[in-house]
């Protein structure tokens, strides 16, 4: 899929999401958040002037979400985004409430809509995750123009092609025809049993922070 259809699946097909910011004194806060609309360049939301949620965005512009639907675990999909935020006020609120009827009934005359302000999602890295398929599947994207991280295992020309990290792989994800063995990021756990159990030292670790 591309950037946009991840974009799409968040807004339509689960639409409720998990934010999360931080407060004044560098803690956590975390609160759901509808995401209303999307195109090419990123996600929009609202939210209420007079929130605390909007004084966390007004102060530090960075936010991540998680997104999931399913009946249980191993029918979900999980969708998480970092990214960065900047508001662009009431002028998009109109198309939001059409797009989105529900919000009648919470705001439910022009006067009760003053407080609001419209935001937009307009750069971030997320990650798909789907525990619904065998083997698992899993994604990166990006939109807005930030770069895409590579994360995750990945093995060097150190592999001895002893086939250790296949037997205690649990997707078996590694294709072990080749040396170095290669790992199949679109059905990586990211448990990291090749790494502790390679004798080479040959797997390496990328992540970010």
């Avoid at 689960?14 to 803690?27: K, M």
């Amino acid at each position: 899929m591309q950037a946009k259809d991840y974009l799409r699946y968040i807004v339509e097909e689960i639409h409720s999401t998990v934010f999360a910011t931080v407060d004044s004194e560098g803690r956590p806060v975390t609160c759901a958040i509808d995401l209303m609309d999307y195109d090419e360049s990123g996600l929009y939301f609202l939210t209420a002037r007079g929130k605390n949620f909007y004084d966390r965005l007004k102060a530090n512009a960075n936010i991540a979400f998680t997104a999931m639907k399913g009946t249980d675990t191993l029918s979900c999909v999980a969708v998480s985004v970092q990214g960065k935020v900047r508001e662009i006020g009431p002028d998009r609120l109109p198309a939001l409430f059409e797009k989105n009827p529900y919000m009648e009934k919470i705001y439910p005359d022009v006067q009760s809509r003053n407080a609001l302000t419209a935001f937009k999602i307009y750069e971030g890295t997320g990650e798909w995750f789907d525990l619904s398929k065998h083997p698992i599947e899993r994604a990166n994207f990006s939109f807005g123009g930030a770069q895409e991280k590579q994360t995750g295992y990945f093995v060097t020309d150190k592999c001895i092609g002893c086939k250790l990290c296949y037997s205690k792989c649990p997707q078996k994800c590694i294709d072990i025809t080749q040396k170095p063995v290669l790992i199949a990021q679109e059905h990586c756990l990211h448990c990291g049993n090749c790494l502790s159990v390679c004798p080479a030292g040959a797997v390496e670790r990328r992540r970010y922070f």
